[in-house]
């Protein structure tokens, strides 16, 4: 039996990425968060080089860089049968967990520990979870 691959969406600017991936591949999963190695400040190092360029954002997006880690990151979600968006999470990582949802994968969400904030569009989702546990407990029904 082939092992469930699990798309880890987060941001690059949480420190607990790591230790969530490692909490899922202990499951069974096999986890992608290869995503996270170029650290938190990959995002503004790009945006600073381009700049140094003399590009703008719409130039820079249709560079070899931007090209690259977007295929990357794209044949990653392609392989995936599940995904697991963990608050907060920006702009791409919303865009991540949409694509999953129109390949029809199954798709969870942790919400951050005392966020104030609610999100009607969460109802995507096929599980919203307040704790690791709890949501660790609704993905070993997927394996």
């Given at each position: 039996?082939?092992t469930?691959?699990?798309?880890?969406?987060?941001?690059?600017?949480?420190?607990?990425i790591?230790?969530?991936?490692?909490?899922f591949?202990?499951?069974?999963?096999d986890v992608?968060d290869?995503?996270?190695?170029?650290?938190?400040?990959?995002?503004?190092?790009?945006?600073?080089?381009?700049k140094?360029?003399?590009?703008?954002?719409?130039?820079?997006?249709?560079?070899?860089?931007?090209?690259?880690?977007?295929?990357?990151?794209?044949?990653?979600?392609?392989?995936?049968?599940i995904?697991v968006?963990?608050?907060?999470?920006?702009?791409?990582?919303?865009?991540?967990?949409?694509y999953?949802?129109?390949?029809?994968?199954?798709?969870?969400?942790?919400?951050?520990?005392d966020?104030d904030?609610?999100?009607?569009?969460?109802?995507?989702?096929d599980?919203?979870?307040?704790?690791?546990?709890?949501?660790?407990?609704?993905?070993?029904?997927d394996?």
């Amino acid at each position: 039996m082939k092992t469930k691959k699990l798309y880890l969406i987060g941001s690059l600017r949480n420190d607990n990425i790591p230790a969530i991936a490692n909490r899922f591949r202990e499951l069974g999963f096999d986890v992608f968060d290869d995503w996270y190695s170029p650290g938190a400040h990959a995002d503004e190092e790009w945006k600073r080089y381009e700049k140094k360029r003399g590009r703008i954002y719409i130039e820079a997006i249709k560079g070899y860089h931007a090209k690259h880690i977007f295929n990357f990151d794209y044949q990653h979600l392609n392989e995936s049968d599940i995904c697991v968006l963990i608050l907060p999470a920006g702009k791409s990582g919303h865009l991540e967990f949409g694509y999953m949802r129109g390949l029809k994968r199954k798709c969870y969400i942790l919400l951050e520990p005392d966020s104030d904030r609610w999100d009607i569009m969460y109802v995507f989702a096929d599980g919203i979870f307040t704790t690791i546990d709890e949501l660790e407990e609704e993905l070993k029904k997927d394996l």
